[in-house]
C-alpha cells in the first residue's frame, strides 16, 4: 500500500500537468482564434473534462505519461510473465497482454487500482461488494510478490519523472 500511496501523492500533479498540456495544444493550434467563442468554448470545454476524472482515469493518465512503456514491456517479459497473465494467482485483478489493441499503462492501471480495491475497500463498501477481500495471511496474498515489485517500479518511475 505504501507504493500506491506515491502514486496517490503524485496524481493530482500528473492530472494537472496533463490538463496545462491539452490547453497548450489548443493554444498552439492554427486556428485558435481568440477573438472567436468557438475557440475560447475549446479550452473551456478541455478544463471542464478534468474535473470530476475518476482515480482509476488519472491513475491510467498518470501510468501511460510518467512509465516508459518500454520498462513495462521489460517487466512483464521477465520471471513474471505467468504471474501477470490470464491464470495468473490473484484473482479480481486484470491479466497483462503485451499484445492486445490496449496501452500496457492502461492495463497496469486497472489492474493495480482493481488490487488496491480488493485491499482497501472490498470489506466495507457495497460497491466492491463482488470482490474478494485481500487480506495478510491469505492464500493469494503470499503470491503478491510480483505485483509488489511492479508497484515498486510504478513509484520509482513516477517519482523520477516528477522530479
Not at 503524485?10 to 492554427?30: E, G, M, N, W
Amino acid at each position: 500500500m505504501s507504493y500506491y500511496q506515491v502514486l496517490e501523492y503524485y496524481l493530482p500533479v500528473a492530472h494537472r500537468r496533463d490538463a496545462l498540456r491539452k490547453v497548450r495544444r489548443i493554444l498552439r493550434s492554427l486556428d485558435f482564434d481568440s477573438e472567436k467563442d468557438s475557440s475560447v468554448v475549446k479550452i473551456l470545454n478541455s478544463v471542464e473534462r478534468t474535473h470530476g476524472v475518476s482515480e482509476a482515469e488519472q491513475l491510467r493518465t498518470m501510468l501511460e505519461e510518467c512509465v516508459p512503456e518500454g520498462k513495462l514491456r521489460e517487466f512483464f517479459s521477465g520471471e513474471h510473465e505467468r504471474h501477470f497473465g490470464k491464470r495468473g494467482p490473484i484473482s479480481g485483478v486484470g491479466a497483462i497482454h503485451l499484445n492486445s489493441g490496449e496501452s500496457i499503462g492502461s492495463q497496469v492501471a486497472k489492474r493495480v487500482y482493481a488490487l488496491r480495491n480488493r485491499i482497501v475497500h472490498a470489506k466495507d463498501d457495497a460497491r466492491y461488494a463482488d470482490a474478494k477481500v485481500l487480506v495478510p495471511g491469505s492464500g493469494e496474498a503470499a503470491y503478491l510478490l510480483p505485483d509488489i515489485e511492479l508497484m515498486r517500479l510504478l513509484a520509482i518511475e513516477v517519482i523520477v519523472d516528477n522530479r
